[in-house]
């Protein structure tokens, strides 16, 4: 399968507790992006990298929450000291560029988040 | 601010019809525009897109229609079928800032009829 894959699919945890989650873009695909998404809307969009360049993060990208990629393949989310409002759909999508063409982002399954 | 909004949360359509799913934008900014279709636990599936210097783009089935005059765009679906049932999202961005973030509306639900 050559889709955007994300693990773990579900993850509970408590409240305080540090989460991680990776996901494996589509092979060549240069860019890379986390979103979330609450129950009946839309996902919102979190930070993006091009390669192993972190280049846009949203305001809603706490400093609780880190991402990296660091060989410009799979990348983790990581988020501490995870709070109930934390909980939801954390969504990865990879593109490639394709010079002044939009470039099409691909979603993955999705890993959701319960802390309890 | 930048949004992308939806004017209708749920559409029941009778399998074999045609749907119609409209979505406005509110910041003229947003230039390319692409539609999702998002099944119950999956994540979100890429049907089409347009950028704004196009006003119809048609794939299988599937039409969308941007008026940039009014801000709006429409996912039309043909002989809509009950594999179609799901939500729908329109997202969009500015193409050329260098910002890659897709801005959702809220979706439709789709509901097809036997």
């Known amino acids: 399968d050559t889709g955007v894959s994300q693990n773990p699919r579900h993850k509970i945890t408590k409240r305080g507790q540090n989460v991680t989650f990776r996901c494996d873009p589509i092979s060549e695909h240069n860019r890379l992006y986390w979103y979330r998404q609450t129950l009946g809307q839309g996902p919102e969009f979190l930070t993006y990298f091009q390669n192993e360049a972190q280049l846009e993060k949203s305001r809603l990208l706490s400093d609780r929450f880190s991402a990296e990629r660091p060989k410009g393949s799979f990348s983790t989310l990581e988020i501490q000291r995870t709070e109930q409002g934390d909980s939801a759909m954390y969504l990865c999508?990879?593109?490639?560029?394709?010079?002044?063409?939009?470039?099409?982002?691909?979603f993955g399954p999705g890993t959701r988040l319960t802390v309890l | 601010g930048e949004s992308v909004g939806l004017h209708l949360p749920t559409l029941s359509v009778q399998e074999g019809d045609n749907s119609i799913i409209n979505c406005a934008y509110s910041?003229?900014?947003?230039?390319?525009f692409i539609w999702y279709k998002q099944e119950s636990g999956k994540g979100p599936q890429f049907i089409i897109d347009i950028r704004s210097n196009m006003d119809k783009r048609q794939g299988q089935r599937v039409t969308v229609l941007l008026n940039k005059t009014v801000k709006h765009l429409s996912l039309q679906i043909a002989a809509t079928q009950p594999g179609d049932s799901a939500v729908y999202f329109c997202a969009g961005r500015p193409m050329d800032t260098g910002r890659r973030a897709l801005t959702f509306g809220s979706g439709t639900r789709l509901q097809v009829q036997p």
């Open positions: 999508a990879s593109s490639l560029e394709r010079g002044t063409m939009g470039d099409t982002q691909y």
């Open positions: 910041n003229s900014a947003s230039d390319y």
